[in-house]
């Protein structure tokens, strides 16, 4: 069981707005590390969507942002589309500066 | 272009050793910190290990702390993952990333295609 909790899976329909939560507490995102996000689609390395909280790297579509409040972070992604589809993963990291993942979420577009 | 390139993985009998290495090219090797991610089949992405850029700071986490050890070479720019005492459970696609700064505490923003390893009698 991942320390950073995220809904094991959400979905929407093309062009709707979806969150995914990352929960975790006050030994790690709540001491004031940032929250970064990934993307992995079916069969794919991992790709870095959001760092620091709420920045997108270079290339990443705008349609995608992060926030973060307390112990908790969050992913929006809106205009929903078909290859948004695949599993997202949050990071932080916690007191003895070991990473952590969140246990992922699968994303399904209806 | 900023690649990372994992090696190494393969098939061994349980209690057996194996090393990894990852080949970096297009970026500064010895300026970043690196890491090893880890992925069983069908599951979540677990994070292994990192390493600082002067190898001045080296975490592990709690389920390969004594058996796996990560090292480097700024010369060569190469990333090493030692692992010793394999277990089944240590089956996965072990992924090389690179990270966003030069301590241990950034995001990864490249990634390899990742290595399989397998344990298994």
């Known amino acids: 069981q991942s320390v950073l909790t995220q809904p094991p899976s959400v979905s929407g329909a093309p062009g709707q707005r979806v969150t995914i939560s990352c929960t975790g507490s006050s030994s790690n995102i709540g001491a004031g590390y940032d929250v970064h996000w990934y993307q992995q689609l079916p069969g794919t390395a991992p790709k870095l969507l959001i760092d620091?909280?709420?920045n997108r790297p270079s290339g990443v579509p705008d349609r995608f942002s992060g926030s973060k409040s307390g112990t908790s972070a969050s992913l929006a992604i809106t205009g929903l589309q078909a290859d948004d589809e695949g599993d997202y993963y949050c990071q932080s990291f916690d007191s003895t500066l070991s990473t952590l993942f969140g246990g992922g979420t699968k994303l399904t577009v209806l | 272009e900023v690649q990372v390139v994992e090696s190494g993985g393969g098939l061994v009998q349980p209690g057996r050793s194996l090393r990894l290495s990852c080949a970096a090219s297009g970026f500064t090797f010895g300026d970043y910190g690196m890491h090893w991610v880890r992925q069983a089949p069908g599951k979540g992405l677990e994070w292994v290990s990192g390493?600082?850029?002067?190898?001045?700071?080296?975490g592990y986490a709690d389920s390969v702390k004594g058996r796996f050890t990560i090292s480097r070479d700024n010369a060569k720019k190469s990333l090493y993952l030692q692992l010793n005492s394999l277990r089944p459970e240590d089956t996965a696609l072990y992924y090389c990333t690179k990270g966003g700064g030069a301590t241990t505490v950034t995001a990864f923003d490249n990634w390899g295609q990742g290595t399989l390893v397998t344990v298994s009698s």
């Open positions: 620091g909280n709420n």
């Open positions: 390493i600082s850029w002067d190898s001045g700071t080296i």
